[in-house]
């Protein structure tokens, strides 16, 4: 019963079918282009072409483009129920490209010099617990897609088992990848035609992406370059005591973190379980003294997201699958930082969504700040 809160989707899960490429799809249909870097070893006896569970001794590359069924809701994931699949009811793979780490750098290069808004913008997805590597690929796609993002999409892959019961397998394997995102993300720091690097990360996505950006303060590089524009931390799977002692290395980023909070989390509820009774950062809500004592030391913007309900039961994944919130993270992402300052140390409990929503809260502020 207790694994059973942590699972967060459909019963029956897609297989590395969903990613093979299909031709003749219609031109009419939207089509996201997602790069992945992944610590996910290649090839398997069933398929050879595809990401396994196994970890991988140095960072793999590969190029995808997904087609958007015409009849897409937003927040969904139709995912293919008829062979072949339609593709004004389902999400289709259209291109796969396995790419070396030049090649990758190269993709990134090449829709930069395209032009157009947000060219030589980055978006990182570190996708969370339990999550195959084919949930993780469309689950980026709807992303982009209905947060309107018009950067390149990266998806950072770590090797999830994808099964409910190994939690604790999962959060060795988010671990293992630190190194890896910190590498993925200063090579594309350091170039040219990439202005600005924005992370998103969610549940246990978080604990690598917030250690990446630790052991990358403690080298001196917090900052990548002067490329890190927006992090994002959406019900994050995080000691809340830990969560402070790595803010207190990371210290102050150019902008400050977003994390998105929801106190009927049901899955960070059983995380706290796990954890012995130690509250997630997740599920420390905007009336909580905590909260707004941590966002004002520590430059952090915290959204309480409880009151939105995300169709999903378990209430874990509410920053995909909310159409408000996420088109309010699309604004987020094109601010082009003006606002940014004006927002630190704030504290915003969500009761009228709108796609103001993370550009312009009515804050709750500690009495402290709120007098000076």
């Known amino acids: 019963m207790i694994f059973a809160l942590l699972v967060g989707g459909c019963a029956s899960r897609p297989g590395s079918e969903v990613l093979e490429p299909i031709a003749n799809v219609p031109s009419y249909t939207n089509k996201v282009q997602v790069l992945v870097a992944t610590t996910r070893e290649r090839g398997s006896p069933e398929d050879p072409n595809a990401f396994t569970a196994k970890r991988a001794k140095e960072l793999n590359f590969s190029a995808l483009t997904v087609s958007i069924p015409s009849q897409h809701v937003t927040g969904e994931i139709e995912w293919p129920d008829t062979t072949p699949p339609d593709p004004s009811r389902h999400f289709i793979t259209t291109q796969r490209q396995f790419l070396d780490a030049d090649g990758f750098l190269e993709q990134i290069r090449s829709r930069a010099r395209k032009g157009g808004p947000a060219a030589n913008d980055v978006l990182v997805f570190v996708h969370g617990y339990n999550t195959l590597y084919e949930e993780a690929v469309y689950w980026l796609a709807q992303i ?169 039961g378990n209430n874990h994944s509410k920053y995909s699958k909310s159409a408000p919130v996420i088109a309010a993270i699309g604004n987020r992402l094109k601010d082009d930082g003006a606002n940014s300052q004006a927002q630190v140390g704030v504290v915003t409990a969500v009761t009228n969504i709108g796609n103001s929503l993370l550009q312009a809260p009515a804050a709750i502020v500690a009495p402290a700040a709120a007098s000076q």
């Not at 910190?182 to 594309?188: D, G, S, T």
């Not at 690097?197 to 996505?205: E, F, Q, T, V, Y």
């Not at 402070?244 to 706290?272: F, H, N, W, Y």
């Open 144 to 312: 982009v897609h209905d947060s309107g993002f018009k950067g390149t999409a990266v998806l950072f892959a770590w090797p999830s088992m994808g099964k409910v019961p190994l939690y604790l397998a999962d959060r060795e394997a988010s671990t293992y990848s630190r190194d890896y995102l910190e590498q993925a993300l200063l090579k594309m720091s350091k170039m040219p035609e990439v202005k600005e690097i924005n992370i998103l990360a969610h549940s246990m996505g978080n604990w690598l992406a917030v250690e990446t950006l630790r052991q990358a303060s403690m080298k001196g590089h917090r900052d990548f370059n002067g490329k890190l524009s927006e992090v994002i931390l959406a019900s994050p799977d995080l000691d809340v005591n830990v969560f402070r002692t790595q803010l207190e290395v990371i210290g102050k980023l150019p902008r400050p973190m977003t994390v998105l909070v929801s106190g009927d989390d049901s899955a960070l509820a059983v995380s706290t379980k796990l954890a012995g009774g130690v509250d997630r950062a997740g599920r420390v809500t905007a009336n909580d003294a905590r909260a707004i004592a941590a966002a004002e030391k520590y430059d952090l913007r915290i959204v309480d997201l409880t009151a939105v309900d995300d169709g999903e």
